[in-house]
C-alpha cells in the first residue's frame, strides 16, 4: 500500500503542473487583463462587475492578455492608454510582471505556490490566502451541510426503496427524485425567496448572509438556531437535486446484495429480515457509498453553487472566483484553482484508501494505475 500510495502522490505533481500550465496559457488569450482594468478605472470607464472592489493596485505575476493596437510613439498596446506617459504605461506593466516573458511568469507562479505563497490580490490590497481563508466559513458550511443532509436523507430512503423495490412506494418517490433531480437548484432558490423571504408572500427566512449582524451578542443556543435559520433556504435550494443520484446508488448497491449466496444463507439459518438487512447486507452494501464520502463532500464544497451564493448574498469561495475572474484578479483565480486541484486530487485518493479501510480485500497495489 505504501508503493501505492507514493505513486500515486508523485503522479499528483505533472497532473497539477498540467492544469495550471492549460490555465495559464488560455489566460494568455483571453482579452483585457489588470492593466487594461487600471486604465479603464483611471479614464471612468470601469464596467468590472463588482463595483464595491477598490481602485488600488497590489503586486502580482501578471498573466492577462494584452491587446495589441498599432500606432506612433504616442500610441500603446493597450486601450485606454492612448494620451498617458508612457514611463506611466511600464510602470504599471513592471507592476504587474507584464516586463517579464510569459514563461518565466509562470515559473515564477509555480515557484511560489510550491510554497503556498500566493501574493496579493490585485485589486482589493490583502493578501490571497487571508481573502480565502474570509470566504471558506461560508463555502465549508453549504459543503458539509449539503454532504450530511443529502446524506441523512439518501441512505434510509435508498434502503427503504431497495426493500421494496417494484411496489408503488418505490415508483413514487422514484418520480420525486427524478422531478427534483432535474430542478435547476438556483431556480428552486428563487422560488424559495419569493415564498419564504419576502418576495411576495412569507417573510420568515432572511436573505442575506450566514448569520445576523447581532450574532456575538446572541448566546450559544441561539447562535445555533440563527446559523441555521439563515442555512435553511439556501441548502434547501441545493440538497432538492443533490440526493438523487446517491439515493439510487444506495439502492441498487443494496439489490446486489440482497441476490447473493451469504444473503440466502443467513435467511435460512433462521435470521430475521432485518437482522439480515442490517447485520450482513448493510456493511457490504454501503461500500461505495461510504467510501464515496470523502469525493462527495469536496464536490459539494465545491459545488457551492455561484447562483446560490449571489441570490442568498453569501459571501463564499464560488462568487469570489467568479468576482476575480471577472474583475481579473488573476493572483485570486490562479490560487483557488491550484488549491480545489490539489485538494480534488488528494481526495481522490483518500477515497480510495478508505475502500481498503473498509473492504481490506480490495487491494489496489495489485493492479495498474
Known sequence: MGAYILRRLLLMIPTLLGIMAISFIIIQFAPGGPVERVLAQLSGTDVGATARIGGGTGSEVG?????????????SKYRGAQGLDPEFIKSLEKQFGFDKPAYQRFALMIGNYLTFDFGESYFRDVSVLQLIKEKLPVSISLGLWLTFVSYAISIPLGVAKAVRDGSKF???????????YAIPSFLFAILLVVLFAGGSFFNWFPLRGLVSDNFADLTWWQKIIDYAWHLALPLTALAVSSFATMTLLTKN???????KQYVMTARAKGLSERGVLYGHVFRNAMLIVVAGFPGAFIGAFFAGSLLIETIFSLDGLGLLGYESA???D???VFATLYIFSLLG?????????????????????????
Do not use: C, H, M
Not at 418505490?170 to 427534483?180: K, N, Y
Not at 448497491?253 to 441476490?259: A, G
Not at 483518500?350 to 495498474?368: K, M, N
Open 63 to 75: 498573466t492577462g492578455a494584452q491587446t495589441t493596437a498599432a500606432g506612433d510613439g504616442s500610441s
Open 170 to 180: 418505490d415508483i413514487w418517490t422514484s418520480a420525486v427524485i427524478i422531478v427534483g
Open 253 to 259: 448497491s443494496f439489490l446486489d446484495e440482497i441476490k
Open 326 to 328: 471577472i474583475n481579473r
Open 330 to 332: 488573476y493572483p485570486v
Open 345 to 369: 486530487l488528494v481526495t481522490n485518493l483518500v477515497s480510495d484508501l478508505v475502500y481498503t479501510w473498509i473492504d481490506p480485500r480490495i487491494d489496489f497495489e495489485a493492479r495498474d494505475l
